[in-house]
């Protein structure tokens, strides 16, 4: 069966340069922080286009890192997509603060930036936006609200490594970017992984310390920490990796504009990709009249797929608390219903893109 994902395809193809690469970080023991992490902070900081970036231990520790950095706490209110990994939602709870959930468009799925003013309070601090699936939101009109009411914007980057927004990477555009190199991003670490990326300094240093059990030195510690470094073996792996970041978005590329152009069966919707932005194709969702029987059909194809994510942020029993009910956001609760992610990855073969293609081209809604 041809998976949704093969991450074993990528580490045989660069299994040595791993492999050289964490020898490394065993022979100098620096398995907590150190050289190896602080060396990726510095490639990566680099390649988005920002001053200083600090890894952590994973992308949610990265939101609530930055939410801190923010001042926001306890009484504070955040606006987040509903449409979006529950971890977006994760970064303002873990602090104190209320996420406030807006829908997301119909046609790009990404934050409706008509809905947020609307949500917006005395209390509210900031504004989480996802470039979900590797598409980047609306970052302009987003920028256009923020300002007007004195807002921060946070970028959840963690599906959109190597997006732009009108030719600037994601991660750049906002007060702080946060991003997520969990297995099968589009830049992995063979185990948990994040970071969060800024042109301000003196966010970055705040993070570098809350990190770090709240020491700048050893054993004197300045603020209320945490146990969130980024581990020396990830920071090697990521640096073998962002070295062939622009190969693989190429041909992730490549194989979402495939399926984009020849794809063609009416019963199947796809994300709609604005011309200010060039997406790097994490995943492909499209949405179908019935998801269960459409996933059915694949997998007697030999053809793996999966649902992300069929439960919106607001519905979920987590903020069950904050009273929301269903049609608080019809296009997200539309989107989740309907959901299936399509296989693509870099290693996909030529042959097996084409299968995709035309075991969707085939498909009967009334199947």
């Not at 750049?172 to 042109?199: H, M």
């Not at 300045?222 to 041909?251: F, H």
């Not at 519905?315 to 296009?331: E, F, I, R, V, W």
Request: proline share 4%; aromatic share 12%.
């Amino acid at each position: 069966m041809l998976k949704r994902i093969d991450l074993s395809r990528n580490y045989q193809n660069h299994k040595e340069e791993y492999m050289q690469a964490i020898e490394r970080v065993c022979e100098e023991t620096a398995f907590s922080g150190g050289k190896f992490a602080d060396k990726f902070d510095e490639e990566f900081a680099a390649y988005i286009g920002v001053k200083a970036a600090s890894g952590v231990d994973n992308g949610t520790s990265a939101l609530q890192l930055a939410m801190l950095a923010l001042g926001i706490g306890e009484g504070d209110e955040v606006i987040v997509p509903a449409n979006t990994y529950i971890a977006s939602a994760w970064g303002p709870t873990y602090t104190g603060a209320t996420p406030v959930f807006v829908d997301c468009t119909a046609d790009t799925w990404e934050i409706d930036p008509e809905k947020i003013e609307e949500k917006i309070t005395n209390r509210t601090k900031a504004i989480i936006g996802v470039h979900l699936y590797g598409q980047p939101f609306d970052f302009g009109r987003v920028k256009e609200i923020a300002d007007r009411h004195g807002l921060y914007i946070v970028e959840d980057c963690a599906q959109s490594h190597r997006a732009k927004y009108e030719g600037e990477m994601t991660g750049s555009l906002g007060d702080l970017g946060c991003f997520s190199f969990y297995p099968g991003k589009n830049l992995y670490a063979f185990g948990e992984a994040g970071s969060v990326v800024s042109n301000n300094i003196d966010y970055i240093d705040a993070i570098d310390t809350w990190k770090n059990q709240g020491c700048k030195v050893r054993y004197y510690h300045d603020v209320v920490g945490y146990n969130m470094r980024m581990e020396g073996i990830q920071g090697a792996v990521l640096s073998v990796s962002l070295k062939y970041l622009e190969e693989w978005t190429k041909r992730r590329q490549e194989i979402g504009w495939k399926y984009i152009r020849e794809i063609k069966n009416p019963c199947i919707t796809m994300q709609a990709h604005p011309e200010n932005t060039e997406p790097v194709f994490h995943l492909f969702v499209v949405t179908v009249p019935e998801a269960e029987n459409f996933l059915e059909y694949m997998a007697q194809n030999d053809i793996e797929c999966h649902r992300h994510y069929p439960v919106p942020c607001h519905l979920q029993k987590a903020y069950a608390h904050l009273g929301y009910q269903k049609g608080a956001c019809p296009n997200a609760e539309y989107l989740a219903e309907h959901c299936v992610t399509l296989p693509l990855f870099p290693e996909m073969t030529e042959e097996e893109t084409q299968k995709v293609i035309e075991a969707c081209n085939a498909y009967h809604a009334d199947f």
